[in-house]
T-cell receptor
Framework: DAKTTQPTSMDCAEGRAANLPCNHS???????VYWYRQIHSQGPQYIIH???NNETNEMASLIITEDRKSSTLILPHATLRDTAVYYC??????????FGPGTRLSVLP | DGGITQSPKYLFRKEGQNVTLSCEQN?????MYWYRQDPGQGLRLIYY???????QKGDIAEGYSVSREKKESFPLTVTSAQKNPTAFYLC???????????????FGAGTRLSVL
């Protein structure tokens, strides 16, 4: 399985952009990167996914480096409700997701 | 509303008892998954099913059993052989367990199981 490395925790001021990094140096082939978040005591919520190009949707933007060895999830204007654990996952085609400990993002008023 | 429904939200198990957690989806997804989450930890895969009447063990299948008799249903039984069942259990589904958008997993709200 392609392994990901994320910081354990991060803080962000309300209204500012939250930039969450993820290293996936062993990514290969046509493996996608997925981001999920989990608010306390709820099921994980899908945010965004990408392969090579940068992606944007109503929730976030995903920036993938040209060599695909790292990516950054950007929440453009963080709110208190964005406080959650964020998971970066690299698929292994035909295999299953591996959810590591993720990054605990705290949005501060 | 389309989605994944897990029930019950809270469940208590007595020693030596089997309990079954329900997971139903009306998304017409082929693949379904069961995960276990312990406090402060990530999710660990228990079982998954890519198609009706077929399922495979995940990383921590011991002490658990599943069935997939219908496309929309994937119940998980926690048997008495699972000695430490207290955890948060999450069910998910995806269009197919392949790649890209078809591999996006959508999760239920979870069932919190405790041992009495």
């Amino acid at each position: 399985d392609a392994k990901t490395t994320q910081p354990t925790s991060m803080d962000c001021a309300e209204g500012r952009a939250a930039n969450l990094p993820c290293n996936h140096s062993t990514i290969s082939g046509n493996e996608y990167v997925y981001w999920y978040r989990q608010i306390h005591s709820q099921g994980p919520q899908y945010i965004i996914h990408g392969l090579k190009n940068n992606e944007t949707n109503e929730m976030a933007s995903l920036i993938i480096t040209e060599d695909r060895k790292s990516s950054t999830l950007i929440l453009p204007h963080a709110t208190l409700r964005d406080t959650a654990v964020y998971y970066c996952i690299v698929e292994n085609y035909g295999q299953n997701f591996v959810f590591g400990p993720g990054t605990r993002l705290s949005v501060l008023p | 509303d389309g989605g994944i429904t897990q029930s019950p939200k809270y469940l208590f198990r007595k020693e030596g008892q089997n309990v079954t957690l329900s997971c139903e989806q009306n998304l017409n997804h082929d693949a379904m998954y069961w995960y276990r989450q312990d406090p402060g930890q990530g999710l660990r895969l228990i079982y998954y099913s890519q198609i009706v009447n077929d399922f495979q063990k995940g990383d921590i299948a011991e002490g658990y059993s599943v069935s997939r008799e219908k496309k929309e249903s994937f119940p998980l039984t926690v048997t008495s052989a699972q000695k430490n069942p207290t955890a948060f259990y999450l069910c998910a589904s995806s269009i197919q367990g392949t790649s890209g958008a078809k591999n996006i997993q959508y999760f239920g709200a979870g069932t919190r199981l405790s041992v009495l």
